[in-house]
């Protein structure tokens, strides 16, 4: 289990993220969801110290990240976040493989079974045609699913990522989550991810969590977080839900039309 425990984070005096408290389980997936500036990306930079919490703490089965190394950390957990990779010179198949190097002891170098590693991480995002290709050319869905590949490639249990349908059509935006999905229910990974997209949340996500200011105001099941009433007030547009064939969707009236048309219910 990843467990964050009453973290908080503050930028400056801001206080970004105020004693959240989270739980990833292995073979779910949990989504972090919330309005803009709401402390998602900040609780996931927490989750793998990229940020380390002012208090509270992050334990991984029942170690404190403060007591792991960055190797052991990298072995345990792969991390997507938004990069800037337009400056550099790698090209797909190097990047993907950088997944591997992560895990590697100083002394040792890439075998074959990494670089099959990284060429079948490249294959379960549809980008093997990509492989030569000089990153910093890529367009920015390809380059989003580089950047997954390469946390696959790194083999962990745990797997965090911000954003990760950012910049992708519609369809990988489905296939990404499905992915990510079956490496929770097939391999039993622990999977985070911060979605804006509260329908792909109610897709894809076993659990979530609702960030406001950030504080937790909701956490449970997709089932029990998505209640129109919580969603209407914390995002402030009119919400309906429809559960069908044993999904549920959220519709949004489109801001304005609430108070003309009379409340969606
Ligand atoms: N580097 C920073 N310096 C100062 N304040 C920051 C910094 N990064 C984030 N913040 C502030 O912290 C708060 C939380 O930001 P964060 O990026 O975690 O929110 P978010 O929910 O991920 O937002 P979004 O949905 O817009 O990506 C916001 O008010 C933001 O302005």
Known sequence: ??????????????????????????????????????GKSTV??????????DSGEVSIEGRPL??????????????????????????????VLLGRTVRLSGFRSTTAADHEAAAEALERVGATHLAQRPLAELSGGEKQRVL???????????????E?????????????????????GDLGAAVVVVLHDLNLAAAYCDDLVLLEQGRMVAQGTVDEVLDPAVVQRVYGIATERLDRDGELHLLFRSVGAASTAGDLS
């Open 1 to 38: 289990m990843l467990r964050a425990s009453a973290i908080s984070y503050s930028y400056g005096s801001m206080l970004a993220v105020d004693r959240v408290d989270l739980t990833a389980r292995p073979g779910r997936v949990l989504g972090v969801i919330g309005p803009n500036g709401s």
């Open 44 to 53: 996931l930079r927490c989750l793998f110290h990229g940020l380390t919490p």
């Open 66 to 95: 403060s007591s792991l190394s960055a190797r052991d950390i990298a072995r345990l957990l792969a991390v997507v976040v938004q990069e800037n990779v337009g400056e550099s010179t790698l090209d797909v198949a190097e990047m």
């Open 148 to 162: 997954i590949a390469r946390a696959l490639a790194q083999g962990t249990s745990y797997l965090l990522l911000d």
């Open 164 to 184: 990760p349908t950012n910049h992708l059509d519609i369809r990988y935006q489905h296939e990404v989550l499905a992915l990510l999905r079956g490496l929770a």
